[in-house]
């Protein structure tokens, strides 16, 4: 005789159970599977979509220079010291401004002198905040501030004797042997080779 099916029902159920319980999971984890692929393809499509108009910048950019590019691409670019020299002197404009500004003279006094062929005119600016008072130097023969240009050299028989020819000079001749203005010009004929007229016209020459 043959054995009955020893299988019972509640054994075939939990089968069934467990089939289906199978097969559903599969379908959750296909069902992530696929949720995680959209949701990757819809990032990677933002991406994309950011990523567009950098990618048309950079054909824009990559056309064909313009002209002030192509003239000028090779120079040098700017900047250095060659840039700062126009401030650096406009602020040394500046600052002498301010110092004239202040009463800044400079030197103590200047002296100015107009240098004529026959006649000589000699000032000499006191320091001042303005402008300061001008004096000119006259001529000790006459009293006049025109000085006829010429100069004479005394022998040493007619040099004067006293103080004045003993005071120290890095001048050479010392200033006591020299006369200028009106009696240096009474030299001329009694004394041509000690005196010098005219020396303007002979300024500049080599011989």
Request: charge should be positive; include cysteine; hydrophobic fraction near 30%.
């Amino acid at each position: 005789m043959c054995k009955p099916d020893s299988t019972t029902p509640s054994t075939t159920k939990t089968a069934t159970d467990m089939t289906t319980a199978a097969a559903a999971t599969t379908s959750n984890e296909a069902r992530a599977a696929t949720n995680t692929a959209l949701l990757k393809k819809q990032r990677r499509s933002k991406r994309d979509k950011q990523q567009q108009p950098t990618t048309a910048h950079t054909i824009i950019n990559s056309k064909k220079p313009s002209k002030a590019l192509q003239k000028h691409g090779s120079d040098s670019p700017s900047g250095g010291l060659q840039s700062l020299l126009p401030s650096l002197i406009g602020l040394a404009v500046l600052g002498c401004g301010i110092m004239a500004k202040m009463g800044f003279r400079g030197r103590a006094s200047v002296a100015g002198i107009d240098l004529g062929t026959t006649n000589s005119v000699i000032c000499v600016q006191a320091p001042a905040k303005g402008v300061g008072i001008i004096d000119c130097i006259v001529d000790p023969a006459t009293g006049s501030p025109i000085i006829p240009s010429v100069v004479s050299f005394l022998e040493h028989n007619e040099r004067p004797i006293g103080p004045s020819s003993k005071t120290k000079s890095l001048l050479s001749p010392h200033p006591s042997a020299v006369v200028v203005g009106q009696k240096a010009k009474r030299r001329i004929d009694s004394h041509p080779h000690h005196t010098l007229y005219n020396a303007k016209r002979v300024l500049g020459r080599s011989k």
